[in-house]
Each structure stands twice: as C-alpha cells, then as structure tokens.
C-alpha cells in the first residue's frame, strides 16, 4: 500500500528557508515521478514541481522558479523540497504526490508552512 | 493551459445527478486530464484519469467524458459522502501541470 508522509514545514520568517522531505513506502519509489502540491489557506490546489525517477527532468512553476529545488534520495526512498527567500504568499500546506501516469495517483496528508513575522 | 471549472458551486441532494464542467483554454489531449475529490482536512484523491478511466476503488457513480476542449465528471446519483471539492488538472503544457480553480458541491 502507498504511504508518502511529509514533514518539515514549521512558522519561518520572511526571507527565510526550509526544506520538506517526504518519505515514500509502499511501492518501488525509483521508478516514479513524483511532485509537490501547495494549497494556501482557504484556496485551491496549485503545483510547484515534479521530477523524474532518475532525477533528470525537472520543472518548477514560475512562481517559485529560482527560489525552490525539488531533489530525491532513491535510496532512501524521499522526495525533497528546498525552499529558499520565502515570502507571505508561500504559506500552504504542502503535500507530496506520486504520479500515475499523467495523474498525481497517491497523497501524502501534507505539511503546514506558514511564512510570517 | 488555463483549466476553467464551472460552476463555481453546485447545490444538489443526495440521489441527484452531478454534472462538473472544466473547460480548457487549448486543445489537450484526452490521456492528460484527471479530477479529484477533495474532502475538509483530506489530502486530495484521484478520481478519473485520462478523462475517463476511474482510479482504483472510485464506484461506477463517477464517470468522465469529454468533448474537444470541454471535460465533465459526472456523478449519477449522489450520495451523502460525495458533497466536497473536485478539481480537474492537466498535464504536459507549459505550465507543466495545472488545477482548475475548483467546483463545491454542497448538500441543498
């Protein structure tokens, strides 16, 4: 059964950094692509990043392109997301995300990041 | 590719027929559409991929088609457990991934 389970978002200031992890289980985590989601407070779901099995394909939305970085650890089986120079409007609650084909299959329960002084 | 769902809230009772509409602002291809239901304090979940395949587990209540850039999901009787937000999302187009804004479907 597929189980993702993020952690590491926490209250950071404006400017500051963090990086989320999501421990993946459950499945064969090297042969997926895999994403990270945010939905603000309140609001509807937006992407920020997917990234290739092997790591090679990377893509960002424009709204954090440049201040974000998506990585993974297949031997460790984790997904990661840096986030650096974080501004009000990137408090969310972030979640993981397996694909299925060209859906996103699988969730994690998310992790709340709040960006404020 | 800018995903537009309409309406923006629907009113029904259980045992009536849901009809969700996301509308693409360019042609897409079929296999890269799917919806999700999203319930209060959940994660989301996968309902239909490729516009018209169920996910795992998703009953036969939920069904999607589409007609050149028009997307709906259909639910054909509502039960009380299906009143939450369901979202559209494509893939592949720059931007590489992307949510419609979302429908509510509330218990009249």
């Known amino acids: 059964q597929v189980h993702l389970e993020e952690s590491g978002g926490d209250l950071v200031k404006p400017g500051g950094s963090l990086r989320l992890s999501c421990a993946a289980s459950g499945f064969t985590f090297s042969d997926y692509y895999m994403s990270w989601i945010r939905q603000a407070p309140g609001k509807g779901l937006q992407w920020i990043s997917y990234?290739?099995?092997?790591?090679?394909?990377?893509y960002y939305a424009d709204s954090v392109k440049g201040r974000f970085t998506i990585s993974r650890d297949n031997a460790k089986n984790s997904l990661y997301l840096h986030m650096n120079s974080l501004r009000a409007e990137d408090t969310a609650v972030y979640y993981c995300?397996?694909?299925?084909?060209?859906?996103?299959?699988?969730w994690g329960q998310g992790t709340l990041v709040t960006v404020s002084s | 590719i800018v995903l537009t769902q309409s309406p923006g809230t629907l009113s029904l009772s259980p045992g009536e027929r849901a009809t969700l509409s996301c509308r693409a602002s360019?042609?897409?291809?079929?296999?890269?559409l799917a919806w999700y239901q999203q319930k209060p304090g959940q994660a989301p979940r996968l309902l239909i991929y490729g516009s018209s395949s169920r996910a795992t587990g998703i009953p036969d209540r939920f069904s999607g088609s589409e007609s050149g850039t028009d997307f709906t999901l259909t639910i054909s009787r509502l039960e009380p457990e299906d009143f939450a937000v369901y979202y559209c999302?494509?893939?592949?187009?720059?931007?590489?991934?992307?949510f419609g804004q979302g429908t509510r479907l509330d218990i009249k």
């Open positions: 995300a397996k694909f299925f084909g060209y859906a996103l299959g699988s």
């Open positions: 360019q042609s897409l291809s079929n296999d890269y």
């Open positions: 990234i290739s099995s092997s790591s090679s394909t990377i």
């Open positions: 999302q494509q893939y592949g187009s720059s931007p590489q991934v992307t």
